[in-house]
Nanobody, 121 residues
Framework: QVQLVESGGGLVQAGGSLRLSCAAS????????MGWYRQALGKQRELVAR???????NYADSVKGRFTISRDNAKNTVYLQMNSLKPEDTAVYYC???????????????WGQGTRVTVSS
């Protein structure tokens, strides 16, 4: 069974950096677009950044110039480098894959369990 497992969250001061990782277990054959979303307390989940299998990226306006998404297709892993963090970046960050092919099975809209990021002022 394929799962997305996030790591790298934690507590950091404003202006600091964190790097999130999300690895797909279960030896998937192919993963299409992967992305990072976040949900702050009392707010809806929102897109932070996503990257296609070919490397095309897009970002939320609030993180442009501060966050960088990347992926290693050989390792089935996506990363989110977060710099110049602000208190408003505090949220639970979720990894997502829109489509995963595992042998003869196609999984759609797969989510990780989330990793918490807290930015103190």
């Amino acid at each position: 069974q394929v799962q997305l497992v996030e790591s790298g969250g934690g507590l950091v001061q404003a202006g600091g950096s964190l790097r999130l990782s999300c690895a797909a277990s279960g030896s998937p054959f192919r993963i299409n677009t992967m992305g990072w979303y976040r949900q702050a307390l009392g707010k809806q989940r929102e897109l932070v950044a996503r990257i296609t299998s070919g490397g095309s990226t897009n970002y939320a306006d609030s993180v442009k110039g501060r966050f960088t998404i990347s992926r290693d297709n050989a390792k089935n892993t996506v990363y989110l480098q977060m710099n110049s963090l602000k208190p408003e970046d505090t949220a639970v960050y979720y990894c997502n894959a829109d489509l995963i092919v595992v042998v003869t099975t196609i999984l759609r809209d797969v989510w990780g369990q989330g990793t918490r990021v807290t930015v103190s002022s």
